[in-house]
């Protein structure tokens, strides 16, 4: 079985431009988590969509947004980048159950400059 | 809220020594708790688990055990290897119905042949 997949593994881009970032979870999953991953804040969570809805977030500003298609595939994306957005941005599938174990993609590595 | 921590790295060792890293949490409940870890360029791999006090969750020779007397789940393993290099993260997953999990800040292992 296929696990998580992250397109594109790096991305660079400017100050003030927007970015979207995709995940494909494992196949019959249906609940999808984001998570940003920095040097100073560690792993902080992003939001979670399951069927669709978003059912969860942490506390990311506005500029943070994302979807889930009918094919539990997700979207992040994130508008009007700052330096501080450059990150690590990883995605989590479960079949989306509650206490359901986590499976990570490799990430996305998002530079802004 | 909830939180875990988790000592700070790096932790250096020589091949076949014991290791331990600690992990603390504070949490409403009786959270699941994990070790994850994480090798250079790469996303979060599941190590092992444990949902409830006194288990005992162990993979590839790593163990930790859920204690709830003193909110631990600290991992070890009796003999390391090179290939162990990595950062381990300690995490919980709440009671709240999401999959969600918190993080630790993590813990960078270099082993030395």
């Known amino acids: 079985k296929a696990g998580v997949t992250q397109t594109p593994r790096y991305l660079i881009k400017t100050r003030g431009q927007q970015v979207t970032l995709s995940c494909s979870p494992i196949?019959?999953?249906?609940?999808v988590s984001w998570y940003q991953q920095t040097p100073g804040q560690g792993l902080q969570f992003l939001f979670e969509y399951f069927s669709e809805t978003q059912r969860n977030k942490g506390n990311f500003p506005g500029r943070f947004s994302g979807r889930q298609f009918s094919n539990s595939r997700s979207e992040m994306n994130v508008s009007t980048l700052e330096l501080g957005d450059s990150a690590l941005y990883l995605c989590?599938?479960?079949?989306?159950?509650?206490?359901?174990?986590?499976?990570f993609g490799a990430g996305t590595r998002l530079s802004v400059l | 809220g909830n939180s875990v921590t988790q000592m700070e790295g790096p932790v250096t060792l020589s091949e076949e020594a014991f290791l331990t890293i600690n992990c603390t949490y504070t949490?409403?409940?009786?959270?699941?708790l994990f070790w994850y870890v994480q090798y250079p360029g790469e996303g979060l791999q599941l190590l092992l688990k444990a949902t409830k006090a006194d288990d005992k969750g162990s993979n590839k020779g790593f163990e930790a055990t859920y204690r709830k007397e003193t909110t631990s789940f600290h991992l070890e393993k009796g003999s390391v290897q090179v290939s162990d290099s990595a950062v381990y993260f300690c995490?919980?997953?709440?009671?709240?119905?999401?999959?969600?999990?918190?993080f630790g800040k993590g813990t960078m292992l270099l082993v030395s042949p």
């Open positions: 196949s019959g999953h249906r609940s």
């Open positions: 995490a919980q997953q709440g009671n709240s119905g999401y999959s969600t999990l918190t």
């Open positions: 949490a409403t409940g009786y959270p699941s």
């Open positions: 989590a599938s479960t079949s989306g159950g509650a206490k359901n174990i986590q499976y």
